[in-house]
């Protein structure tokens, strides 16, 4: 077993328009053990809340890099998601919306500071492997998630998405693409109780870290 110290950064946002009071986000990630073994490597689990403006973005991606994580997962919130999406692009485009601070990203885009103007950024990890072995393994929770629709076919707990959309979700995972694509995935979650709690997106948050630690892992 290494001894090398091992780092997982999760963050999740705050409040927003169309979810002032709370954000599903950072109650799903702040729920989230503050450390996590796998294959006999202790992690330290490490959950930043970012607010939800451009300039507080750059900064959180600047300071989380800083620390050499050996992962970083972002998650946020998608009002119309009715499970949990794993995000395979980026795109550097489109962010015509204010922040929270009314600041809006000049031009709608970015230069990146590795990949320059670069439109699409894509994630490095293998997105449908981690989605199949989650949803085998989150079952129950899905069942219990869609207890009011137990005669219906039930979803999976995740899927792959190439939507993330194009505020401040997009804008934080294209940053940390940037940085390191084969170490980077951003997450939607569903509003709180709809259908999942925050401990069972919490549960299905844990799984998909699992996954991810198998594959960098193997790099």
């Not at 294959?39 to 300071?63: H, I, M, R, T």
């Not at 919306?97 to 439109?119: F, I």
């Amino acid at each position: 077993m290494s001894s090398e110290r091992k780092l997982v950064v999760v963050s999740g946002f705050g409040p927003f328009i169309g979810h002032e009071a709370i954000n599903a986000s950072w109650e799903a990630v702040k729920l989230l053990p503050d450390q996590i073994n796998r294959n006999g490597e202790d992690f330290e689990l490490a959950k930043q809340l970012v607010s939800v403006e451009y300039g507080a973005v750059d900064k959180a991606v600047d300071e989380i890099w800083a620390r050499k994580p050996d992962l970083v997962i972002h998650v946020g919130v998608s009002g119309i998601a009715k499970c949990v999406y794993l995000e395979k692009l980026a795109y550097n485009h489109q962010f015509k919306r204010p922040d929270n601070t009314g600041e809006y990203l000049k031009n709608g885009t970015c230069v990146l500071q590795h990949n320059g103007k670069a439109n699409v950024l894509r994630c490095g990890l293998n997105v449908d492997k981690i989605v199949e072995a989650v949803n085998v393994n989150c079952v129950e929770c899905v069942a219990t998630g869609h207890e009011n629709d137990l005669n219906k076919q039930l979803p999976g707990a995740t899927k792959a998405s190439k939507n993330v959309g194009s505020f401040l979700c997009g804008y934080i995972y294209l940053k940390s693409l940037d940085v390191n694509a084969q170490r980077s995935l951003f997450v939607h979650v569903p509003p709180i109780d709809k259908p999942f709690s925050s401990a069972q997106t919490a549960d299905i948050l844990y799984k998909i870290i699992e996954q991810c630690i198998e594959q960098i892992s193997q790099c």
